[in-house]
């Protein structure tokens, strides 16, 4: 019995870390990469939060960076600056925010390697999170 609460107060403390980090995981300044979907042969999608730009026949996705803190985020491209506030949702590690009129609800993934995340919003949309 004493082994089972021991083993009990582990697993609590791991529990409790855990949520404690997954607040704090993505504190700091990221690089956001955005991947090309594909669709068929002639069309493919790209995150709306991601900028891009077409010149003649050539279609660009731009990096840009984004500044996480206890309480906002800044999305960081060539043309604006834009701070605003979020919601992060505990139980299921997701990170909650409008920018552009567009609500999105990121779930972190983590790909097990430091300094390194997926985001996926509830409508498939991905971004890659690197650790500036």
């Known amino acids: 019995m004493k082994g ?3 083993f009990s ?3 609590f403390l791991v529990l409790i870390t855990s949520v404690s980090y997954g607040q704090s995981m993505l504190y ?3 690089k956001v990469n955005c991947p090309f979907e594909k669709k068929d042969a002639s069309s493919g999608t790209v995150c709306s939060i991601c900028p891009s730009t077409i010149k003649n026949v050539s279609f660009s996705i731009l990096p ?3 500044i996480i803190d206890k ?3 800044t999305i960081k491209t060539d043309s604006e600056t834009t701070s605003l506030t979020y ?3 505990n139980d ?3 990170l909650e925010f409008q920018y552009k009129k ?3 609800s990121f779930k972190v993934l983590n790909i097990g390697a430091g300094g390194h995340y997926l985001l996926k919003d509830t409508n498939g949309c991905i971004i890659i999170l690197t650790k500036h």
Do not use: C, H, Q
Request: charged letters at 15%; aromatic letters at 16%; glycine letters at 4%.
């Open 92 to 94: 299921v590690d997701a």
């Open 64 to 66: 840009f960076d984004m």
């Open 102 to 104: 567009t609500d999105y």
């Open 87 to 89: 919601n992060w949702k």
């Open 71 to 73: 309480t906002s985020l």
């Open 9 to 11: 107060v582990i697993i």
């Open 4 to 6: 089972l609460n021991t």
């Open 28 to 30: 700091g300044t990221w």
